[in-house]
């Protein structure tokens, strides 16, 4: 299954340097990444794939550029997540913005109210029918190197 980097995610457990910048953590609410680590360090990784804790990263890179050995707990949380979308355990939210994304080209629908009330300008164009057109570019040209 998952294989990861142990000398680095010992040192990570050991470091935690970035914990107080990581916006997830801050929040609150269970985000403990070192928790996740300590368990992959005792052989128990498999038991994150369908926690909705790896899910809880932003993937924000804030931990990444924080990190003195240049691993982050960012690298971990992506790999679980990648995995989970292998097994199809993923939160209902992640699959409808999956959903969204393949049908509108965006992670999600802007919302005209809330971008007004940040002083912000109406949303660009979302850009489908050029997604639409790459898609399907990319699966001629598999078609003809398949």
Not at 92 to 106: H, P, S
């Amino acid at each position: 299954m998952l294989a990861f980097d142990l000398h680095s995610i010992k040192r990570c457990v050991e470091c935690r340097g970035c914990e107080q910048d990581c916006p997830a953590f801050k929040a609150g609410k269970g985000y403990d990444p070192t928790l996740i680590n300590r368990d992959i360090l005792a052989g128990r990784a498999d038991e994150w794939v369908a926690s909705e804790m790896i899910w809880r990263c932003l993937e924000c890179h804030t931990c990444t550029e924080k990190c003195p050995q240049n691993y982050s707990w960012e690298k971990v949380m992506t790999a679980f997540k990648a995995e989970a979308i292998k097994w199809s355990v993923v939160p209902k939210t992640v699959e409808r913005g999956i959903e969204t994304f393949l049908r509108t080209g965006r992670l999600g629908e802007p919302r005209s109210a809330a971008r007004k009330a940040l002083g912000l300008p109406d949303a660009a164009a979302d850009g489908r029918e050029d997604f639409l057109r790459l898609v399907e570019a990319l699966k001629v040209k598999e078609h003809m190197h398949g």
